[in-house]
């Protein structure tokens, strides 16, 4: 039995793929004596043809994984593709860099453990990019001696 026919023009009056036209079994002999639209267009209004629901593609998953990447998850070297410049830019590596030490050096100051002629020392340091954290600040002034004497 060929009903490939009355397939493609069912298809075409429901505005659907071929693939999502379905028949009524129980009815297979009267689909296939329709010939003509006219006649498709009736099965269509008994019910006989009708077309599938479309099936999407699901978001179960994907919602899962956005929800593990909100929370930090995911993000190892396997998930990573380019360089490391190109998720966090050098420049904004620098500034990072440069206003943690600032307000380390400020805080020193604030805290009256380093002389206001060492902080703008120190700032300058800074600026030119002489040390690598704090913890390098830290090692510096105590090679150093630079802090205040209690």
């Known amino acids: 039995m060929n009903i490939s026919n009355q397939r493609r023009i069912s298809a075409q009056l429901l505005k659907v793929g071929i ?3 379905w028949f009524d079994n129980n009815r297979l002999e009267e689909i296939k ?4 639209k006219a006649d498709i267009q009736a099965l269509i209004s008994q019910l006989a043809i009708q077309k599938r629901p479309f099936k999407g593609t699901s978001r179960v998953r994907a919602r899962k994984r956005a929800m593990q990447r909100r929370k930090g ?3 190892g070297d396997g998930h990573r593709k380019g360089k490391a410049t190109a998720r966090l830019s050098r420049k904004a ?6 206003r943690n030490q600032r307000k380390f050096i400020k805080e020193l100051k604030g805290k ?5 002629s060492i ?3 120190l700032y300058q340091k800074v600026k030119g990019g002489y040390f690598r954290s704090k ?3 830290k090692l510096y ?4 001696k630079l802090f205040k004497q209690k």
């Open 19 to 21: 693939h999502r036209v």
């Open 33 to 36: 004596e329709a010939i003509t």
């Open 73 to 75: 998850r995911q993000q």
């Open 93 to 98: 590596k620098w500034m990072i860099m440069v």
């Open 112 to 116: 009256q453990l380093i002389e206001v």
């Open 119 to 121: 902080y703008r020392n």
């Open 135 to 137: 913890r390098h600040i």
């Open 141 to 144: 002034l105590t090679e150093q």
